[in-house]
């Protein structure tokens, strides 16, 4: 019942020739594909080009942030309205390079999840726990207020994704174990559940995001609670990222 969902974040890489290189390779590779949600999130400066490029293809296009107001003077920002307005369907919120890097905190994204939606659009919800974090024991703690709190006030689930990222397996070349992924997959499937209905928590899609690869995918994606995948390092390459999206 939930339609499996490949997302690609390509964080801060690619010129304007290279993303239109980049999607034009994956379009064909992936043209065939008709049961899997597909989704690029580019740098801002792309998705508009984007956009055109990928009219009535099977490819979606979502950005990496947004702001949650929705105008004003919020310099060097951009909202949910404006992205919606550039092309795309889904926004990333949340991801712990925007928590670490940026000091996003709970509140902020709960915001942001919430703008999102009334924008229109669907939300992708990052979540994941730091390898201190899991070593103190700390993990469910966290994860229970990253999905609590972050979806504070969110009644339209059915937008909503949510991708758990854990912190340590990042750009690390370290994954979960599929065991590790699917324990985790169950708990926030629990947690939603706890917060909504077991309907919606049987429709919402949990991605797993952490060093995704051609190599590791399909063990990940055979797991019962493992919807899906938010790529970041292997999305960058037209040949891995199709290889991701046929996951067996
Ligand atoms: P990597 O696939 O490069 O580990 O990145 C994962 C990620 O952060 C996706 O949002």
Redesign the pocket.
């Known amino acids: 019942m939930r339609t499996p969902m490949i997302a690609g974040?390509w964080?801060l890489h690619k010129t304007l020739d290279e993303a239109v290189n980049l999607v034009g390779a994956l379009k064909t590779k992936v043209k065939d594909v008709d049961n899997v949600e597909i989704l690029v999130a580019p740098p801002f400066t792309a998705i508009s080009m984007l956009a055109t490029k990928l009219a009535g293809s099977n490819i979606k296009i979502g950005a990496q942030n947004c702001y949650f107001e929705p105008s004003g003077a919020f310099t060097g920002e951009l909202s949910a309205p404006l992205l919606k307005d550039a092309g795309c369907d889904y926004v990333?919120v949340g991801?712990?390079?925007r928590r670490q890097i940026f000091g996003e905190s709970i509140e902020m994204i709960n915001n942001k999840v919430k703008a999102v939606l009334e924008a229109g659009l669907s939300v992708i919800l990052?979540i994941g726990e730091t390898l201190e974090e899991r070593e103190s024991g700390e993990m469910y703690d966290i994860l229970t207020a990253q999905v609590k709190e972050g979806l504070a006030g969110v009644t339209d689930m059915e937008r909503v994704v949510i991708?758990y990222?854990p912190v340590w397996?990042?750009?690390?070349g370290k994954t979960a174990s599929s065991e590790q992924a699917q324990e985790v997959h169950s708990f926030v499937r629990g947690l939603v559940q706890g917060l909504y209905t077991p309907e919606i928590a049987a429709a919402t899609r949990i991605l797993y995001?952490?060093?995704?690869?051609p190599g590791n995918v399909d063990e990940l994606m055979a797991q019962s609670d493992v919807d899906g995948a938010?790529?970041?390092?292997?999305?960058l390459v037209a040949e891995d990222f199709a290889r991701i999206v046929k996951f067996e």
């Open positions: 974040n964080k990333i991801h712990s390079e990052c991708a990222e397996a990042i750009g690390t995001g952490g060093s995704v690869k938010l790529v970041g390092g292997a999305s």
